[in-house]
Structure formats: C-alpha cells, structure tokens
C-alpha cells in the first residue's frame, strides 16, 4: 500500500523564482492539503484540494496557489519567491465522505525541504 | 477558530524514564485531537488519536494520551522511553467537520542514555 510520495526531497531556489512542488496522495485518498512547516515551528495550514478545486485555505498570500489532478495528485506553485518561504512544505492526503466532510485522519508524506536564497 | 499550546518546547529525559508531554487546545466546538511524531529530516506520523468515547487513548510506541475536555488538554505519556523516541513530538486539533489541521509548536524530547 503506497503511503504518501512527495517531490522534490529538496529544493535550492533564489528570491524571485517560481517553485513547484509535488504530491501523490496515499492509495485510495483523494483530497490533498498543503502545509508549511518553517524550522522549529509546527506545520501551517495552506490549503486542501479535493475534487480539483481548492475547498479551503489558510492565511496564505496569492503567490501560494495548487492544483489538483483527475488522479487526485496534486502541485503547489510559490511564485516571487520570498527568502521567507524557506521550509519543509508537507503534503496530507486524507478520504472525502462527501464534499465537506472528511475522514477525521490524515496522512503525511516526507516533504519537501525548500531553500530560498 | 481552533489554537493549541504545547507547554515545553524541550524535554530531556534519560533513557527508561517516564515522559509526559503536555497540549492544551482552545475551541469553540467540537474538536478531533491528534499526536504526530516528527523524526530528524522526515514527515509526520500518526502516534495516537483522540475522536469520542474512552479519554485514554493508546497509540503506537507504547505512547497514550488522555483527554480531558474540562481542562481542555490532551497529554501524551510514554512509561518508559527508549533513545529511538528522540524526535519532535506535535498535537494537533481539527474541527470535527472540518478538514484542516492546527497544531502547536512541538515539543523536542531529547532521549539520553
């Protein structure tokens, strides 16, 4: 049973770039949430993915934006990327009962670590 | 909106000994409760859960939590720790008909021999 893949592992990028990142929900799972996680804080809600269309966000600028595939793998997109943006972006994938409601757990890839200079 | 508070950032605890690590969390309605654990350079793991009925919750790793809705904490306890719990421990609340995770700012065990 495949867990959930990310990718890259790691990211080096400068100020001002775009960036994005990859995930492939667990087996079975089809909505996909984005978190940022910076060094020695706990993750923060970006947002979640299900049905292709973006359900929920957190207070995330508009330079974070995703996508969601008819696989239900999904992107993340950082744009005019910021030296702040540096950090471990963890991707969860979880099951919709139906459109608002959801499994209560969810399940986590190993990251991508990003690196803004 | 939900908030959680992990009370000690770092917890050194000597090999064996018992560990408590401490979460409390703040919501206006009703919350699943979560425990993750973070290993050098990986993701999340689930360790335990917490969504209705017995307040002692067991998990995987020997570790268990209690649920305590009038002091809205939700603690985990290991009896007896082993070096290989050296990681960063996080609790996290999500609404019940929600799907967003909140977490708090971790908790290190340090594990020494």
Known sequence: DAGVTQSPTHLIKT???QVT????????????????????????????????????RGNFPDRFSGHQFPNYSS????NALLLGDSALYLCASSLAFR??????????????????? | ?????????QVP????????????Y???VSVYLFWYVQYPNQGLQLLLKYLSGSTLVKGINGFEAEFNKSQTSFHLRKPSVHI???????????????NKLTFGGGTRVLVKP
């Open chain 1, 99 to 117: 459109a608002g409601a959801f499994q209560e757990t969810q399940y986590f890839g190993p990251g991508t670590r990003l690196l803004v200079l």
């Open chain 2, 84 to 98: 290989s719990d050296t990681a960063e421990y996080f609790c996290a609340v999500k609404r019940a008909a929600g």
């Open chain 2, 13 to 24: 605890v000597f090999e064996e000994a018992p560990v408590e690590l401490r979460c409390n």
């Open chain 1, 15 to 17: 100020r001002g770039q």
């Open chain 1, 21 to 56: 990142l990859r995930c492939s929900p667990k087996s079975g799972h089809d909505t996909v949430s984005w978190y940022q996680q910076a060094l020695g804080q706990g993750p923060q809600f970006i947002f979640q993915y299900y049905e292709e269309e973006e359900r929920q």
């Open chain 2, 1 to 9: 909106a939900q908030s959680v508070t992990q009370l000690d950032s």
């Open chain 1, 75 to 78: 992107e993340l997109n950082v």
């Open chain 2, 26 to 28: 703040s919501s206006s």
